[in-house]
Protein backbone atom coordinates (compact mmCIF):
# COMPACT_ATOMS: atom_id res chain seq x y z
CA UNK A 1 0.00 0.00 0.00
CA UNK A 2 1.22 3.18 -1.12
CA UNK A 3 1.00 6.31 1.35
CA UNK A 4 0.76 10.04 -0.55
CA UNK A 5 2.96 12.37 0.60
CA UNK A 6 2.25 15.15 2.87
CA UNK A 7 3.46 18.65 3.23
CA UNK A 8 3.34 20.14 6.37
CA UNK A 9 4.94 23.38 6.95
CA UNK A 10 7.45 25.61 4.28
CA UNK A 11 10.38 27.46 5.66
CA UNK A 12 12.12 29.92 3.99
CA UNK A 13 15.73 30.25 4.11
CA UNK A 14 16.95 33.90 3.96
CA UNK A 15 20.56 34.87 2.80
CA UNK A 16 22.67 36.81 5.54
CA UNK A 17 25.55 39.41 4.82
CA UNK A 18 26.29 38.17 9.02
CA UNK A 19 23.92 35.10 10.19
CA UNK A 20 25.14 36.19 14.36
CA UNK A 21 23.83 39.84 13.48
CA UNK A 22 20.71 38.65 11.63
CA UNK A 23 19.94 36.45 14.60
CA UNK A 24 19.93 39.14 17.02
CA UNK A 25 17.29 40.96 14.96
CA UNK A 26 14.97 38.18 14.50
CA UNK A 27 15.52 37.78 18.42
CA UNK A 28 15.20 41.33 19.66
CA UNK A 29 12.77 42.88 17.16
CA UNK A 30 10.17 40.09 16.08
CA UNK A 31 10.48 37.78 19.32
CA UNK A 32 12.16 34.67 17.65
CA UNK A 33 14.20 32.05 19.38
CA UNK A 34 17.56 31.08 17.76
CA UNK A 35 17.33 27.24 17.92
CA UNK A 36 20.55 26.78 16.69
CA UNK A 37 23.42 29.22 15.17
CA UNK A 38 26.56 27.57 13.43
CA UNK A 39 29.28 30.10 12.97
CA UNK A 40 32.52 29.10 11.09
CA UNK A 41 32.92 32.05 9.84
CA UNK A 42 30.89 34.99 8.34
CA UNK A 43 30.22 32.79 4.69
CA UNK A 44 30.00 29.33 6.75
CA UNK A 45 27.10 30.52 8.84
CA UNK A 46 23.36 29.01 9.70
CA UNK A 47 20.82 29.93 11.96
CA UNK A 48 17.21 28.37 12.29
CA UNK A 49 15.04 30.56 14.58
CA UNK A 50 11.41 30.18 15.44
CA UNK A 51 8.36 31.79 17.08
CA UNK A 52 5.03 30.25 17.31
CA UNK A 53 4.73 27.96 14.22
CA UNK A 54 6.56 30.21 12.29
CA UNK A 55 10.12 29.31 11.24
CA UNK A 56 13.00 30.84 9.81
CA UNK A 57 16.34 29.99 9.03
CA UNK A 58 19.43 32.01 7.51
CA UNK A 59 22.62 31.19 5.72
CA UNK A 60 25.99 33.15 5.23
CA UNK A 61 25.95 34.58 1.89
CA UNK A 62 28.69 37.64 0.52
CA UNK A 63 26.10 38.78 -1.97
CA UNK A 64 24.73 42.18 -1.15
CA UNK A 65 22.47 41.85 -4.34
CA UNK A 66 21.13 38.47 -3.76
CA UNK A 67 20.35 39.55 0.05
CA UNK A 68 18.45 42.74 -0.86
CA UNK A 69 15.88 40.76 -3.84
CA UNK A 70 15.38 37.93 -1.17
CA UNK A 71 12.04 38.34 1.29
CA UNK A 72 9.57 35.85 3.02
CA UNK A 73 5.71 36.34 3.69
CA UNK A 74 4.92 35.74 7.88
CA UNK A 75 1.19 34.62 8.39
CA UNK A 76 0.37 35.97 11.85
CA UNK A 77 -2.58 36.29 14.26
CA UNK A 78 -2.73 39.75 15.87
CA UNK A 79 -0.70 41.72 13.36
CA UNK A 80 -2.29 45.35 15.33
CA UNK A 81 -0.27 44.24 18.36
CA UNK A 82 2.51 42.85 16.53
CA UNK A 83 2.64 46.34 14.23
CA UNK A 84 2.38 48.35 17.35
CA UNK A 85 4.99 46.25 19.15
CA UNK A 86 7.20 47.20 16.13
CA UNK A 87 6.66 50.89 16.10
CA UNK A 88 7.46 51.25 19.63
CA UNK A 89 10.98 49.48 19.45
CA UNK A 90 11.52 51.83 16.51
CA UNK A 91 11.34 48.98 13.72
CA UNK A 92 11.34 51.08 10.48
CA UNK A 93 8.45 50.13 8.38
CA UNK A 94 8.58 49.89 4.69
CA UNK A 95 5.25 49.31 3.44
CA UNK A 96 2.62 50.90 6.65
CA UNK A 97 -0.53 48.51 7.65
CA UNK A 98 -2.70 48.35 4.51
CA UNK A 99 -6.26 46.40 4.60
CA UNK A 100 -7.58 44.63 1.61
CA UNK A 101 -11.31 44.72 0.45
CA UNK A 102 -12.09 41.31 2.54
CA UNK A 103 -10.38 42.67 5.38
CA UNK A 104 -7.07 41.29 6.03
CA UNK A 105 -4.16 43.14 6.95
CA UNK A 106 -0.58 43.12 5.70
CA UNK A 107 2.83 45.62 6.07
CA UNK A 108 6.29 45.29 4.57
CA UNK A 109 9.82 45.80 7.03
CA UNK A 110 13.16 44.47 5.91
CA UNK A 111 15.51 42.67 8.35
CA UNK A 112 18.96 44.19 8.85
CA UNK A 113 20.43 42.57 5.67
CA UNK A 114 17.51 43.53 3.37
CA UNK A 115 15.85 40.89 3.36
CA UNK A 116 11.47 41.60 2.91
CA UNK A 117 9.65 40.74 5.39
CA UNK A 118 5.91 40.54 4.65
CA UNK A 119 3.35 40.07 7.63
CA UNK A 120 0.00 39.75 6.80
CA UNK A 121 -2.98 38.39 8.86
CA UNK A 122 -6.20 36.72 6.83
CA UNK A 123 -9.46 38.27 6.94
CA UNK A 124 -11.79 37.66 9.95
CA UNK A 125 -13.30 34.60 9.43
CA UNK A 126 -10.74 33.07 7.07
Not at 20 to 31: D, V
Not at 64 to 73: A, D, H, K, M, P
Not at 88 to 105: D, F, L, R, S, Y
Amino acid sequence: MSHEPTFTSAVPVLPSLNVREAAKFYEQKLGFTCLALYDHGLQDQYAILQRGAAEIHVWGCADRYLVENSGCFLRVAGIDALYAGLRAAGVVIAVEMETNPQGGKQFSLYDGDGNLIRVGEAPPGD
